[in-house]
């Protein structure tokens, strides 16, 4: 049986410029990447956020017709969307900030809905770490409480945000983002760190050098698969963390072998993101897509070996 999942984070509109060419307005936000990529494994989920009255019935349409529960959404009347906008550079890993809007953030009060207050799996995507602690205080007694984080909260929340990593049994972070919270270059170091403020479960991602997964000893690298073309990097990390994060719930099990799978989910979701601007491809996909997808990453480092 399916556990509900309830997922935190953002529902805005985005403004990007990579090599490949240039957006006008378009969606975005971590919510938004979370549960398109999440839908896909047909569970309950349920997004918390905040809107403003600018935000087009077309996208909250789009969002319910892929099954994603919005009574926990709330419309501030007279404010606009958060809104985001930057520029990639050439080698699409380094992105510079053009405009950053907060709108109606300032003035999110997250509620959750009674009917996911019992949900098995909680994501946290990357917002305040104090928005993030007054949803899971709103929680009954999930049994997998998954966060994500950035730079911004490391640096200007370091108090709040190690508070919240206490709190949770997995961190889904970047590689820069681990050394910078550990202040230690090796990953394995890292992971051991922050292993030690409380999460059981550390996932680096590397991006197009894929996922570190660790679990006390055990470590699970997952490959990155090798595509032609990249587009627009944004939201890869939030469809990834969707990704895991649906698996599991529709898996029913958060055993570390099912959390090796979720993790070849999660890139899998990643690599499809990444192929065009914006929620384009995950608008779009199928779930047979999907199955070819995996068996391609599954062919990547599926190999035998015989020892003389």
């Not at 709190?167 to 972070?173: E, N």
């Not at 990953?187 to 570190?212: C, D, S, T």
């Not at 608008?283 to 599926?302: H, P, T, V």
């Amino acid at each position: 049986m399916n556990d509900k999942l309830l997922v935190l984070g953002t529902m805005a509109y985005d403004a990007i410029e990579s090599p490949f060419g240039k957006t006008g307005k378009i969606l975005g936000g971590c919510a938004t990447y979370i549960g398109l990529a999440a839908s896909q494994f047909k569970i309950q989920c349920g997004l918390v956020s905040v809107i403003g009255d600018d935000f087009k019935t077309a996208h909250t349409n789009l969002l319910s017709s892929k099954g994603l529960d919005l009574s926990g959404v709330v419309t501030i009347p007279g404010e606009k969307t958060f809104f985001w906008s930057g520029k990639y550079h050439n080698d699409l890993n380094t992105r510079t900030t053009i405009d950053t809007q907060l709108n109606v953030l300032t003035k999110f009060d997250p509620k959750v809905p009674e009917k996911f207050k019992d949900a098995s799996i909680v994501l946290l995507g990357n917002l305040d770490p104090n928005i993030q602690a007054a949803v899971l205080d709103q929680m009954s007694a999930p049994k997998l409480v998954v966060m994500d984080t950035m730079n911004f909260w490391i640096e200007s929340y370091r108090e709040k945000l190690d508070e919240m990593i206490r709190r949770v049994d997995v961190l889904s972070i970047n590689d820069e983002e681990a050394r910078q919270l550990t202040e230690t270059h090796s990953l394995v170091e890292a992971a051991q760190k922050l292993q030690a403020l409380g999460p059981q479960y550390i996932i680096i991602k590397k991006g197009e050098h894929g996922a570190l997964l660790f679990h006390e000893k055990r470590i699970f690298c997952a490959p990155a698969l090798p595509l032609e073309e990249v587009f627009d990097p944004t939201g890869a990390g939030d469809s990834f963390i969707g990704g895991f994060a649906g698996y599991l719930s529709q898996r029913g099990s958060i055993a570390f072998e099912d959390m090796k799978t979720a993790v070849i989910m999660g890139s899998a979701m990643a690599s499809f993101t990444v192929q065009k601007f914006g929620t384009e491809c995950l608008e779009s996909l199928s779930f047979e897509q999907l199955k070819k997808r995996i068996l391609a990453f599954k062919s990547l480092s599926d190999f035998e070996i015989e020892l003389i």
